[in-house]
């Protein structure tokens, strides 16, 4: 099985040295039964990301780095790394060690038969916070609780990065937004499709080297705005129930591999 990892990449010169030095031993483990190939997607860095980049991974000819000419949003960058991916499963994670990467040929685990995707979940009954500052804990927490109620009150994390799709996800499902709403657009539209997800408890960890880009105002302002979207989108199906004489659903169902 080929498996691509994408990681985005904003202005991380002071993190390259780290993340090399930790995920060079996850990927020679995973290359052991993997065919893996590592996507670096430079979104329009201003300082020395991509040479330092370029140095650090210069014997590996299964990485790459693709680079936007100005910065375009972390969405673009992902849709991006999904354009540039080659593998049967893809991967995305953060940059910066949020979610460390040891943890990767665990979240792989749980694409199981029958599992589309797979995400990052520190709010599940398992997972775990550690060290996130508190205005970060209550807007991802705050926003995971409202998809919970708009969406599918099974799945407690709605804002990762950190997740495993199949080929079949990333070539079929299309997203509009171009910053930081785009993973949880992503989750939304393909349980709209019937694609199966399942969650992976595991530990949040504060930014663990480098400056985080996250733009807490903007990035709350987009989620509420497409959550409006949604709600928006139940009420008129329930007027449409309710004129063909139909039960109205309070949500929209959706597809959720149960974990133990």
């Given at each position: 099985?080929?498996?691509?990892?994408?990681?985005?990449?904003?202005?991380?010169?002071?993190?390259?040295?780290?993340?090399?030095?930790?995920?060079?031993?996850?990927?020679?483990?995973?290359?052991?039964?993997?065919?893996?190939?590592?996507?670096?997607?430079?979104?329009?860095?201003?300082?020395?990301t991509?040479?330092?980049?370029?140095?650090?991974?210069?014997?590996?000819?299964?990485?790459?780095?693709?680079?936007?000419?100005?910065?375009?949003?972390?969405?673009?960058?992902?849709?991006?790394?999904?354009?540039?991916?080659?593998?049967d499963?893809?991967?995305?994670?953060?940059?910066?060690?949020?979610?460390?990467?040891?943890?990767?040929?665990?979240?792989?685990k749980?694409m199981?038969?029958?599992?589309?995707?797979?995400t990052?979940?520190?709010?599940?009954?398992?997972?775990?916070?550690?060290?996130?500052?508190?205005?970060?804990?209550?807007?991802?927490?705050?926003?995971?609780?409202?998809?919970?109620?708009?969406?599918?009150?099974?799945?407690?994390?709605?804002?990762?990065?950190?997740?495993?799709?199949?080929?079949?996800?990333?070539?079929?499902?299309?997203?509009?937004?171009?910053?930081?709403?785009?993973?949880?657009?992503?989750?939304?539209?393909?349980?709209?499709?019937?694609?199966?997800?399942?969650?992976?408890?595991?530990?949040?960890?504060s930014?663990?080297?480098?400056?985080?880009?996250?733009?807490?105002?903007?990035?709350?302002?987009?989620?509420?705005?497409?959550?409006?979207?949604?709600?928006?989108?139940?009420r008129?199906?329930?007027?449409?129930?309710?004129?063909?004489?139909?039960?109205?659903?309070?949500?929209?169902?959706?597809?959720?591999?149960?974990?133990?």
């Open positions: 099985m080929k498996l691509s990892i994408i990681l985005p990449a904003y202005n991380e010169s002071d993190s390259v040295a780290n993340t090399a030095a930790s995920l060079r031993p996850v990927v020679e483990q995973l290359r052991e039964s993997h065919d893996v190939e590592i996507i670096f997607v430079n979104d329009g860095s201003k300082d020395d991509v040479q330092l980049l370029t140095k650090a991974f210069a014997d590996d000819d299964k990485t790459r780095i693709v680079s936007h000419d100005v910065n375009r949003g972390l969405g673009a960058a992902i849709r991006t790394g999904f354009e540039a991916a080659t593998g499963i893809v991967v995305t994670t953060d940059f910066d060690g949020t979610y460390e990467f040891d943890t990767i040929p665990e979240i792989l749980y199981k038969p029958g599992t589309d995707i797979v990052a979940s520190p709010y599940h009954t398992h997972g775990l916070v550690k060290d996130v500052p508190k205005y970060r804990l209550l807007f991802s927490y705050g926003a995971s609780l409202l998809y919970r109620i708009l969406v599918d009150r099974r799945i407690k994390t709605w804002t990762a990065l950190f997740r495993a799709y199949r080929r079949s996800v990333v070539e079929n499902v299309a997203f509009e937004s171009n910053d930081f709403l785009a993973g949880t657009e992503i989750l939304v539209r393909s349980i709209q499709q019937g694609y199966r997800v399942a969650e992976y408890p595991t530990t949040l960890h930014r663990a080297f480098g400056q985080s880009s996250i733009k807490i105002a903007r990035v709350t302002k987009a989620h509420l705005k497409f959550q409006w979207t949604l709600l928006k989108a139940i008129v199906s329930i007027q449409v129930r309710t004129i063909l004489n139909q039960p109205a659903p309070l949500k929209q169902s959706s597809p959720v591999v149960e974990q133990q």
